[in-house]
Nanobody, 126 residues
Framework: QVQLVESGGGLVQPGGSLRLSCVAS????????IGWFRQVPGKEREGVSC????????DYADSTKGRFTISRNNAKNTVFLQMNNLAPEDTAVYYC???????????????????WGQGTQVTVSS
């Protein structure tokens, strides 16, 4: 049974940093692409960053390039999203998601992902 559990969200001031974690179980972790997405009420869920199976690639939304970094620790079945220089517009619920394709590159379309975590709230406010 595939399970994804996010953590690390919280309240941070503008310019601050947070590191989100996505702990995964129920599949061969390092062979699958993992994506991070975010959603605010009334808006569509959008792709933030992703890492491909066997780390074949990474990708970032234009709004997060240079500020966010995605990484994977296969020994801990965990994908991290380091978020620096946070801004109020980064406020959202952040979700991680799994692409069940085996060894696939990642992409930032919601349609490419099959399993989702419950999300963690990130609030950037002074």
């Amino acid at each position: 049974q595939v399970q994804l559990v996010e953590s690390g969200g919280g309240l941070v001031q503008p310019g601050g940093s947070l590191r989100l974690s996505c702990v995964a179980s129920g599949f061969t972790f390092d062979y699958h692409a993992i994506g991070w997405f975010r959603q605010v009420p009334g808006k569509e869920r959008e792709g933030v960053s992703c890492i491909g199976g066997r780390d074949v690639n990474t990708d970032y939304a234009d709004s997060t390039k240079g500020r966010f970094t995605i990484s994977r620790n296969n020994a801990k079945n965990t994908v991290f999203l380091q978020m620096n220089n946070l801004a109020p517009e980064d406020t959202a619920v952040y979700y991680c998601a799994l692409d069940r394709g085996y060894g696939s590159p990642c992409q930032l379309s919601i349609a490419g992902y099959d399993y989702w975590g419950q999300g963690t709230q990130v609030t950037v406010s002074s």
